[in-house]
């Protein structure tokens, strides 16, 4: 009976395979960069950002917003897509979280948003997060969408900048290896297995550091 | 007393499959929880195929010639994106494992659905976009639509089944609680399941032509969910003014997505085969109870499936998804 109850497991379990299904690959992928702006009091008051998208979206979220026709999108034209973005970016904490254990950051309204773009018409979303709640001097940052729909990638060069910060504070930027999920190595397969928080591995990590 | 193990093997083997689908169906819409190592692979096979498809659109346009290249690569995404969430390969699969599971049926459904699937894509970007110049958002809306369509479609469909499935077994059971002979004509040497079905009502409907009008409503259910990489694609090369080349890309796509289809669905009927023979070497006249009892555990599956998928669409409506 056990020989069979295992037998017929198996067959239960090929079942199950066929019926069960594996994940989605990042649908929409942003270069980000960002300006850290401190307050007079020394902390953290506001993150602008600059979040570059890749061409296939981009001419998705632009589909029909040629409002004249002339092959062009205006920052007017794009404006309504630019404060719905922002709107709907509240529920997912703008992507911009403390790492874990950390205290969580609170956010005030976006402020200053617009789309920009290229002369390939991909777009660009500038806005100005307010941080309301930031200790004085340093801070850690992530950046990231734990479901990696999106996938963020900080740009290359100096992606993250400090302004008006306390003297002797500096910032260190490390972008996600979005590469890894396209050359996996045995590491990358056991941080897949590893649990819910799927998109952390691929985090972008900014922290500040202050004397 | 044979009737209540067979009966409790096939909701065990309900259990382990809904306890799957949540797993899967968690997996909707993003939220993704990976569970192997070969899961990974095949998640970087088609992150890495999505990303040179753009490139490879805008080659097209660079260079007639291209287009095939375009279209390869929409072939290989499509068959490593199929393993990922979507596509149907759920509700093919446990339909074909509720109703009379064929290799011809596999393939069959399969490539219908993944036709579909294509066709939806071209139809919502071709009227919303190409014809009626909308934005994202009303493409968006109209995926919405057709979403919570297509689940509740999912969820009818494997009612009728539970119910068709349901009164068969209910018979079943009576009729061998009654007659405690033994049915020889049912020790047929060959394992296709709807050959036990002798005590259900309507016989000739559960195994005979009625599979392909089911089949036909599991594919609408399916195919009305377009796959969201095939509307990228489609969009991104209107934009670049060769909708028709994205048009080839998606239909090559498709032919991948019913490759992975059938090849699970394949596996499905491989699996239930596979149950039948067991049970065949056990369970001698109480065979029909048990196959129905699997039959009827697939039907409550699609049902659930549909549920999970209405649910957890509500829950995960993303920013970008559209």
Redesign the interface.
């Known amino acids: 009976m056990i020989a069979?109850?295992r037998?017929?497991?198996?067959?239960?379990?090929?079942?199950?395979?066929?019926?069960?299904?594996?994940?989605?690959?990042?649908?929409?992928?942003v270069t980000a960069k960002g300006e850290l702006i401190y307050g007079a009091n020394g902390a953290l008051k506001e993150i602008r950002y600059t979040w570059s998208f890749?061409?296939?979206?981009s001419?998705?979220?632009?589909?029909?917003?040629d409002a004249n026709g002339d092959g062009k999108l205006s920052r007017e034209e794009l404006q309504a897509l630019a404060k719905?973005?922002v709107d709907?970016?509240k529920?997912?904490a703008y992507f911009t979280v403390s790492p874990r254990g950390a205290k969580a950051l609170e956010f005030g309204e976006p402020a200053d948003y617009w789309f920009e773009t290229d002369n390939q018409?991909n777009l660009t979303l500038h806005f100005t997060l307010p941080v309301k709640n930031a200790p004085k001097g340093g801070i850690a940052i992530e950046v990231y969408d734990?479901?990696?729909?999106?996938a963020f990638s900080l740009a290359d060069g100096k992606p993250v900048s400090l302004q008006g910060a306390p003297a002797g504070c500096a910032v260190d930027a490390k972008t996600a290896d979005n590469a890894a999920?396209?050359?996996?190595s045995e590491a990358?397969?056991q941080q897949?297995?590893a649990g819910?928080d799927?998109g952390a591995q691929f985090a972008n990590r900014i922290s500040v550091r202050c004397p | 007393m044979h009737n209540s193990r067979y009966l409790l093997i096939g909701f065990v083997a309900v259990l382990v499959l809904i306890a799957g689908q949540a797993l899967a169906a968690s997996a909707f819409g993003g939220p993704a929880v990976p569970t192997s190592g070969i899961s990974g692979w095949i998640f970087a096979q088609q992150a890495a195929f999505y990303r040179s498809m753009s490139a490879a659109v805008m080659a097209a346009k660079a260079n007639g010639t291209a287009e095939f290249g375009l279209a390869w690569l929409a072939f290989l995404y499509g068959i490593f994106h199929a393993a990922g969430p979507g596509h149907g390969k759920a509700v093919i699969s446990s339909y074909l494992i509720a109703d009379g599971a064929t290799v011809t049926r596999g393939i069959v459904l399969s490539v219908a659905a993944a036709l579909a699937q294509a066709i939806t894509a071209i139809a919502i970007v071709g009227i919303a976009a190409v014809i009626l110049g909308g934005t994202a958002k009303a493409m968006g809306s109209t995926v919405r639509w057709l979403e919570i369509t297509a689940y509740a479609g999912i969820i009818a469909f494997g009612l009728m089944l539970v119910w068709r499935k349901g009164r068969a077994l209910i018979a079943a059971l009576r009729s061998s609680s009654h007659h405690a002979h033994d049915h020889a004509h049912h020790d047929h040497n060959h394992d296709h399941a709807h050959c036990d079905h002798s005590h259900g009502p309507e016989p000739s409907e559960l195994k005979g032509k009625g599979w392909l009008k089911r089949g036909f409503a599991a594919v609408v259910a399916v195919g009305l969910r377009p796959c969201s990489g095939a509307i990228f694609i489609l969009v991104f090369a209107l934009s670049q003014g060769i909708f028709a080349i994205g048009v080839i890309a998606t239909f090559a796509m498709a032919a991948g997505t019913a490759i992975t289809v059938a090849a699970i669905a394949l596996i499905a009927v491989l699996g239930k085969g596979l149950a039948v023979r067991i049970l065949k070497t056990r369970g001698g006249g109480q065979l029909g109870v048990a196959v129905l009892g699997i039959e009827v555990a697939a039907a409550i599956l699609i049902a659930a499936f549909g549920v999970l998928l209405l649910t957890g669409y509500m829950a995960s409506e993303r920013l970008f998804a559209a």
């Open positions: 069979f109850a037998r017929f497991f198996l067959a239960a379990a090929l079942s199950l395979f066929a019926t069960g299904g594996a994940f989605a690959h990042p649908h929409v992928f890749d061409e296939m979206f001419a998705f979220a632009a589909q029909g917003l719905e973005n709907s970016l529920e997912f018409n734990p479901t990696y729909f999106v999920a396209n050359n996996p990358f397969f897949l297995q819910a799927y």
